[in-house]
């Protein structure tokens, strides 16, 4: 099947820094991918939709200028957290969808002290 | 508030035993996706169900589609070691794009030898 990459697997950080996400689509061309986030024991949480060549649309709740999504070429979507905090931590996850199918990366820790 | 409330969040078998896993919901959908994730991995895709009352098979995998389309179940018969994993089901309302999934927090099972 298709194959999604993520890196970095994980990343641990000072707070107030920032740290990039990135999200790549290895044998397949994607317009659209799709961060989501996942607290221990909860549900993956749609973030944003990520759109080649245009602005990303954001879920309802989720700071525009603290997760920056930058998706400049038809296999890079990146998700920037901006100034990160404690409360940033968690696994972030993106997908790409090819033939009516969700391929998703393999997540991103992260980890802010 | 949770969409999609799966049941049961753990669960613990031998090997060779049945177990069936619940996704209920108070809202329709247009489709419903089972998802199988790994630690450290993004989700794995097993089925879609789309219509109300539908049954699809994968080996040893019964997944089934409440009439209502509000609901779904996933069973396993004879379990085996290698079943173990976060089972997540996902729930696409009308009209969503592919991404805009609501996820269940997921049943982690674990089966012993």
């Known amino acids: 099947g298709a194959v999604v990459s993520q890196h970095p697997s994980w990343v641990i950080c000072k707070s107030g820094t920032s740290v990039k996400i990135e999200c790549r689509s290895l044998?397949?061309?994607?317009?659209?991918m799709f961060w989501y986030r996942q607290f221990p024991k909860q549900s993956l949480m749609l973030m944003a939709t990520s759109n080649e060549g245009s602005k990303a649309t954001y879920e309802q709740g989720v700071e525009k200028d603290k997760f920056l999504i930058n998706h400049a070429s038809l296999t890079l979507s990146t998700l920037t957290v901006t100034s990160a905090h404690p409360e940033d931590s968690s696994f972030y996850i993106c997908?790409?969808?090819?033939?009516?199918?969700?391929?998703f990366g393999s997540g991103t820790q992260l980890s802010v002290l | 508030t949770q969409l999609l409330e799966q049941s049961p969040q753990f669960l613990s078998i031998q090997e060779g035993e049945n177990l069936t896993v619940y996704c209920n919901s108070s809202s329709v959908f247009s489709s419903l996706q089972w998802y199988r994730q790994e630690p450290g991995e993004g989700p794995v895709l097993l089925v879609t169900?789309?219509?109300?009352?539908e049954v699809k098979k994968l080996k040893r995998l019964t997944f089934q589609f409440g009439d209502a389309r509000k609901d779904s179940s996933l069973h396993i018969t004879a379990a085996q070691p290698g079943d173990t994993g976060l089972y997540l089901c996902?729930?696409?309302?009308?009209?969503?794009?592919?991404?805009?999934?609501?996820f269940g927090r997921g049943t982690q099972l674990t089966v012993w030898p």
């Open positions: 997908s790409a969808p090819l033939n009516e199918k969700l391929f």
């Open positions: 169900v789309v219509t109300g009352g």
């Open positions: 996902a729930g696409a309302g009308r009209g969503s794009t592919l991404g805009r999934l609501y």
């Open positions: 044998d397949f061309q994607a317009t659209t």
